[in-house]
């Protein structure tokens, strides 16, 4: 229960990001009555129990629940550039990617773009 605030709302209330409203209502319910600061004097639980409620608050509402699964895509997409640009790569690897001008000559800026095919078929 440490890494609470690492875990997305639907690794909270132990449901997949593709359950129903009914599921996750369910979910919530058997967690709060678990976890529930009267019920359960464990440490830690009254922090869980604020991430359930803080997850159910989110996941009931179907505009705040399409908000965040934006966001989570949004990360993992961003995870995934990020991985991908940190790669080292042999120069010999990439092909140089020069701008011709309308007169036939080359732009040649500060900057200079190199590209390497994705390796996993895309």
């Known amino acids: 229960m440490n890494d609470d605030n690492k875990k997305t709302h639907y ?5 997949s990001p593709c359950a129903t409203l009914d ?13 529930h600061p009267d ?3 464990e440490d830690g639980t009254e922090l869980y129990f604020l991430a359930i409620q803080k997850a159910w608050e989110c996941l009931r509402d179907e505009t705040s629940r399409r ?8 990360r993992q997409q961003h995870k995934h550039i990020t991985t991908v640009m ?10 140089l ?4 001008n309308d007169d036939g000559t080359i732009i040649t800026t500060s900057t200079i773009l190199y590209t390497y095919s994705c390796q996993c078929g895309t």
């Open 11 to 15: 690794q909270v209330l132990d449901v």
């Open 23 to 35: 599921k996750i209502k369910a979910a919530h319910r058997v967690l709060a009555l678990k976890y």
């Open 39 to 41: 019920k359960n004097r």
């Open 67 to 74: 908000d965040y699964d934006d966001e989570l895509t949004r």
């Open 86 to 95: 940190l790669k080292e790569l042999d120069a010999e690897e990439c092909d």
């Open 97 to 100: 990617e020069e701008e011709d």
